[in-house]
Each structure stands twice: as C-alpha cells, then as structure tokens.
C-alpha cells in the first residue's frame, strides 16, 4: 500500500513538472506578413531573404507567411495594416507611412548605416517613435547605400526643375518643390502609363529598380548625383510582438541582423544597375560646380526644414546621430 502511494506521488510530481513546464515551451506562431513592394523586386528581395532566414531558422518557433504586396494591398495602406493588426509584420519605406508618422520622413536624411545607428542610440529613438506613435516595432532597416536620382524623359541643363511636372513621393516632395517642379503623386504602379502619356516628364526613384519595373523604356536621362538614402523599413504589429516569447523576437532580430548585413552588397548591386540602365540607353546628366552644390544642399536643407516643421526637438536628435 505505501509503494502505490509513494509511486502515485511521483506520478504527481512528474506530471506538475510536465504542466508547468508547458507554458515555457512557446508554439510555433506564424506571423502573417506583407510588402509594399512587388514581390521578387528590388525593394522586395532583402524582405524575401529575411522571411527566409526566419522560416529555415525558426521552424518550431516562428515563421513567416506573406500574403502578398501590392496586388493584395495599396502601399499607401501598409502602414496602417500593420499598425492596426491586420497585418503581422510589414516590408515599407517611411514615406508610404508619413500620414500616421510625420517623423518617418526623417529616416531617408540618414547618412550612415543601420548598424552605426544602432551603435550610436539613434536606432533606439527611431524604435521609440514607432512604439509610441505608430503602435510598431521597428524591426529593422534595408536600402543602405542606395541613393535616389531624378529620371527624366526631356534633358536639363542644371539644377533648377521649373516646367517639369515630376511624380513625386514625400521622399523628395519638398526637395523637387523647392527646386521649381510641379508635383503629381502617384502609387508606382502608375509611373509607366503617365511617363508613356506625357502626364509626366520624371519621377523620383533610386539607382536600383527602374529595370524591374519596365520604366528604362520610357526614361531617357538620369540625373547624377543621387540624393537621399533608400530606408525599407521591417516593422512588426506591437502588440504581436509583446506577444512573442524571448525566443521568438530573439529570432527576429537575429533574421534583421543577418538581413541588415546584405546592405553592405549595394555597392557593386549600385555599379551594376548603373550599367544596365546604359545599356538600355539611359545617358546620364551630371551636374557640376554650383549646380551640384546646389542639388545636394538643396536636397538636405529642404528635407531637414520640413522635418523640422513637425517636431523640432525631435528633428535635431535625430540629425546628431543620422551624420
């Protein structure tokens, strides 16, 4: 009788352990994800390589389910999936999002890396503005050392844009104002059929992803230099994430580190679409001496002055640590 109630005991007691080391043993969740940007696209790829980071990596524990980009959804309406829980996890740049985050504007000003801004504390006041004001985590940023160009249908002979009517992004909106253009915005998916109308005589884009897009057969001129740096951002619903066990979001970030490490390729990915945009006959326009200063400055002050407007204090903190 006492062996049936002492091996009965230690039943009990491995059962407990077993109950109670249940909830430490977190399921597999799978987050539901999309992407501003046409799958298997420039801006699209280093997305796609993280989600299969994670899906390789993070079997039992995470994985990732895109349900698609912009034929699912408008880019201009990401921000805001991902920012109510519709979405799970998103792939966007801060421009498709300025109408919940002003401040996002500031993201393409940066002119060092994700992971300098990680050393130096700017990439924990980014992460902060998105929490507090967005209902995100920012996971993470692509597009590091891709600069944006103004592509044209007609030549220029310097930096001032007066008659031009330029597609436009909040990108570059008070830039390309400020240099005398008038302004059309448009989903990209738009860009080919105005360009082919005439509705346009340029559009804003970076040195990467014309090709992708089929709009090097209604462009003929890119102006040099570029401007600006290309942010793609990762964010993920907030509360999913507080939702996540420490594993989960530690897989997370290590598929953003992993990811972010790819930016360091953009340099020859740069040169060689700088080459296929030659050979599809685009000639480049460069500008010189105080045209180029003009450009550049331009570029800068009018991006930081309309920064600024939003939130001042915000504005100068971010440039300390963006430079």
């Known amino acids: 009788m006492k062996k049936t109630i002492a091996q009965a005991a230690s039943v009990a007691v491995l059962l407990a352990a077993s109950f109670s080391a249940g909830p430490a043993l977190a399921e597999e969740v799978t987050l539901r994800g999309t992407t501003a940007f046409a799958l298997g696209t420039t801006f699209s790829r280093p997305y796609e390589a993280f989600v299969d980071w994670i ?15 912009p034929e699912a959804m408008p880019p201009f309406e990401v921000g805001n999936a991902v920012s109510s829980g519709v979405v799970d996890i998103a792939n966007v740049t801060a421009a498709f999002y300025t109408n919940i985050l002003p401040m996002g504007d500031a993201l393409k000003l940066a002119e060092n890396t994700i992971q300098d801004q990680r050393a130096n504390g700017c990439y924990d006041k980014v992460d902060a503005m998105h929490q507090s004001q967005m209902n995100v985590k920012y996971l993470g940023r692509t597009g590091d050392h891709v600069n944006f ?91 999913k994430w507080k939702g996540l066990s420490d594993e989960q979001r530690a897989l997370l970030e290590e598929g953003i580190a992993y990811t972010e490490a790819l930016n360091a390729n953009n340099v020859a990915i740069n040169a060689e679409e700088a080459k296929k945009q030659e050979a599809a006959g685009i000639k480049v326009i460069t500008l010189e001496g105080d045209a180029r200063q003009k450009w550049l400055d331009t570029a800068q002050t009018a991006g930081w002055d309309k920064v600024s407007e939003i939130d001042a204090d915000a504005a100068a903190s971010l440039r300390s640590c963006m430079q």
Do not use: C
């Open 55 to 69: 899906n390789k990596n993070g079997k039992g524990v995470l994985q990732i389910q895109t349900v698609g980009g």
């Open 149 to 239: 160009h103004l592509y044209l249908t007609k030549p220029i002979t310097g930096a001032d844009l007066s008659g031009l009517t330029i597609r436009t992004t909040p990108v570059y909106q008070a830039m390309f104002q400020t240099l005398g253009a008038n302004l059309i915005r448009t989903p990209p998916g738009d860009v080919y059929t105005a360009l082919e109308r005439g509705t346009i005589d340029g559009y804003g884009w970076p040195i990467q992803g014309i090709l992708d897009l089929g709009w090097d057969e209604q462009t003929k001129y890119r102006v040099d230099p570029g401007f600006y740096q290309v942010d793609v951002e990762i964010l993920v619903n907030l509360d």
